[in-house]
């Protein structure tokens, strides 16, 4: 335990130091509140005895700076003073005081109170980590609902929630958007042949090949089975056609090799893309921006799929 003991008179402070010498593994003194400030902010002790009536900086206001500042507000501050009045004790509890003493005092009330306050501490410090973990828990959770568990991009339902905001923001600032529907070609062949759990990779290959090219700002995720989705803000029909044939390029050219088990397998695959583009005449809302990509990739896997289309 580390604790801080302010007062102007150094008597006063060698007399709690030798009360509470066993009971602190470190024990700091100052003289004056610029100290007090100074030395608590430096250590962070664990409680402050704190006298009212010092020349610089009075007690009431050095208990208002620390209880004020993050770094210091859980630490328990014990006003030690002569003054008795009332008012003077509401004045040291409204300043953010955990205690008031008043002198003189014995060294068993004083022992007790600084017991009282360390439990005291130690009880808002489990709080504040139980507050922390939920919150982190809460973050987690947050996440969760908006992830899809497999591959680790965005689910369904934020990506159609993320879509419709998109077309608004596009709306409002008169620019361009894009949606593209990815679909990996004969994805039932690579469950039959090799099993699930090898599909379930390829997929999380496919998501990686993917998110190689496009930018930060565009928004990828599941839309179900072996369907992907892309958001391309800010994109034209000429951009969202050549980043979606740089994809297809790519994943037609890659290798994904598998491990399963002590096998490992290479295996060659395809994409289909359809690709649509907002405002285009027709479109007037998510459910036909994405229709118009449904239809285009339809298109693609039609002609032969491993092609990249988009409807007129």
């Not at 335990?1 to 150094?10: A, E, P, R, T």
């Not at 009330?109 to 504040?128: G, H, N, P, T």
């Given at each position: 335990?580390?604790?801080?003991?302010?007062?102007?008179?150094?008597d006063s402070v060698e007399y709690i130091f030798l009360i509470l010498k066993d009971y602190a593994s470190e024990i700091y003194k100052a003289y004056n509140g610029s100290s007090a400030i100074k030395i608590a902010l430096n250590t962070l002790p664990d409680i402050i005895l704190l006298d009212v009536m010092m020349p610089d900086i009075d007690g009431f206001k050095v208990c208002?700076?620390?209880?004020?500042?993050?770094?210091?507000?859980?630490?328990?501050?014990?006003?030690?003073?002569?003054?008795?009045?009332?008012?003077?004790?509401?004045?040291?509890?409204?300043?953010?005081?955990?205690?008031?003493?008043?002198?003189?005092?014995?060294?068993?009330?004083?022992?007790?109170?600084?017991?009282?306050?360390?439990?005291?501490?130690?009880?808002?410090?489990?709080?504040?980590?139980?507050?922390?973990?939920?919150?982190?828990?809460?973050?987690?959770?947050?996440?969760?609902?908006?992830?899809?568990?497999?591959?680790?991009?965005?689910?369904?339902?934020?990506?159609?929630?993320?879509?419709?905001?998109?077309?608004?923001?596009?709306?409002?600032?008169?620019?361009?958007?894009?949606?593209?529907?990815?679909?990996?070609?004969?994805?039932?062949?690579?469950?039959?042949?090799?099993?699930?759990?090898?599909?379930?990779?390829?997929?999380?290959?496919?998501?990686?090949?993917?998110?190689?090219?496009?930018?930060?700002?565009?928004?990828?995720?599941?839309?179900?089975?072996?369907?992907?989705?892309?958001?391309?803000?800010?994109?034209?029909?000429?951009?969202?056609?050549?980043?979606?044939?740089?994809?297809?390029?790519?994943?037609?050219?890659?290798?994904?090799?598998?491990?399963?088990?002590?096998?490992?397998?290479?295996?060659?695959?395809?994409?289909?893309?359809?690709?649509?583009?907002?405002?285009?005449?027709?479109?007037?809302?998510?459910?036909?921006?994405?229709?118009?990509?449904?239809?285009?990739?339809?298109?693609?896997?039609?002609?032969?799929?491993?092609?990249?289309?988009?409807?007129?």
């Open positions: 335990m580390k604790i801080l003991i302010v007062d102007d008179n150094q208002e700076i620390l209880s004020a500042d993050p770094t210091t507000a859980t630490i328990p501050i014990i006003i030690i003073t002569a003054k008795t009045e009332i008012k003077d004790l509401e004045l040291g509890l409204d300043s953010g005081a955990y205690d008031y003493i008043k002198k003189p005092f014995q060294s068993a009330e004083l022992k007790a109170r600084v017991k009282a306050a360390l439990r005291f501490k130690k009880s808002q410090e489990s709080l504040l980590e139980a507050k922390r973990n939920l919150e982190a828990m809460n973050e987690e959770l947050a996440q969760l609902a908006i992830t899809d568990s497999l591959t680790q991009i965005y689910n369904h339902t934020f990506l159609l929630n993320t879509l419709k905001s998109e077309m608004t923001r596009t709306d409002r600032f008169s620019n361009k958007l894009a949606f593209l529907m990815i679909d990996v070609d004969f994805f039932k062949k690579i469950n039959d042949t090799y099993g699930h759990l090898v599909g379930d990779e390829v997929l999380k290959g496919v998501v990686k090949m993917i998110k190689g090219p496009i930018r930060a700002v565009d928004i990828l995720g599941r839309y179900g089975g072996e369907e992907f989705g892309l958001i391309l803000p800010g994109t034209d029909e000429t951009g969202a056609m050549t980043l979606a044939e740089k994809i297809r390029s790519n994943i037609d050219k890659q290798t994904f090799s598998i491990k399963s088990g002590d096998v490992t397998y290479d295996i060659k695959l395809t994409v289909s893309i359809g690709v649509s583009t907002y405002p285009e005449t027709g479109v007037k809302d998510v459910k036909t921006l994405i229709k118009n990509a449904d239809d285009a990739l339809y298109v693609s896997k039609n002609s032969g799929r491993n092609k990249v289309y988009k409807t007129s």
